[in-house]
């Protein structure tokens, strides 16, 4: 199974923060890369497909880049509402695997 | 606008078999691929497998032996079956649609239901 690792584990920010977040692919996975927003009692809600495309409706506050083994999600100005889980997942082969998640917290 | 809906029992004793149905709403289930995807706090998001309209599954080899995903066109709804269920089995299931890019390569979940809690206890 591919191997999909995020940093940090958790992240505290404060509103109006730029903010960015890692996921780590292991073997390498091109762009087949997705990032996930999860609220507390909610199920994941997609932010960013094929490692840079913006999901419909999601604010262009959020970016997503990289290729291969290492992809990054941006949050350019934190909004009260961007506090959540956020997970990325690859969609290069099955089984399709998720990273652990990284918890972002106001500071 | 699609919706996805999970149904079943919350409770399940181990050893038995977990069914869980989803009903979806606002899209053709002969369209798309259907998942199910289970959260648990040992095991983070899991992806479970897909089924299509024509029988054509894909499952996660971790769980392959005891899963079975169908899909009933009659009732645009689709449905998973988990056998042999132990207390690792508890966990939030979801209902999710994939989409597939135009080139049929690159996929994502976009659609994805409530989520249902399945706890597995005598």
């Known amino acids: 199974d591919i191997q999909m690792t995020q940093s940090p584990p958790s992240l505290s920010a404060s509103v109006g923060d730029r903010v960015t977040i890692t996921c780590r692919a292991s073997?390498?996975?091109?762009?087949?890369l997705n990032w996930y927003q999860q609220k507390p009692g909610q199920a994941p809600k997609l932010l960013i497909y094929?490692?840079?495309s913006l999901q419909s409706g999601v604010p262009p506050r959020f970016s997503g880049s990289g290729s291969g083994t290492d992809f990054t999600l941006t949050i350019s100005s934190l909004q009260a509402e961007d506090f959540a889980w956020y997970y990325c997942q690859q969609s290069y082969s099955s089984p399709y695997t998720f990273g652990q998640g990284t918890k972002l917290e106001i500071k | 606008q699609v919706q996805l809906q999970e149904s079943g029992p919350g409770l399940v004793k181990p050893s038995e078999t977990l069914s869980l149905t989803c009903n979806v709403s606002g899209a053709s289930i002969t369209s798309f691929y259907w998942n199910w995807i289970r959260q648990s706090p040992g095991k983070g998001l899991e992806w479970i497998g897909y089924?299509?309209?024509?029988?054509?599954?894909n499952y996660n080899p971790s769980l392959k032996s005891r899963v079975t995903i169908s899909v009933d066109t009659s009732k645009n709804q689709f449905s998973l079956r988990l056998s042999s269920v132990t207390a690792a089995d508890t966990a939030v299931y979801y209902c999710?649609?994939?989409?597939?890019?135009?080139?049929?390569?690159?996929?994502?979940?976009?659609?994805w239901g409530q989520g249902t809690l399945v706890t597995v206890s005598s």
């Open positions: 089924s299509y309209y024509t029988g054509s599954t």
């Open positions: 999710v649609r994939v989409v597939f890019s135009s080139s049929g390569s690159q996929n994502w979940f976009d659609s």
């Open positions: 073997p390498s996975i091109s762009t087949f």
């Open positions: 094929a490692s840079s």
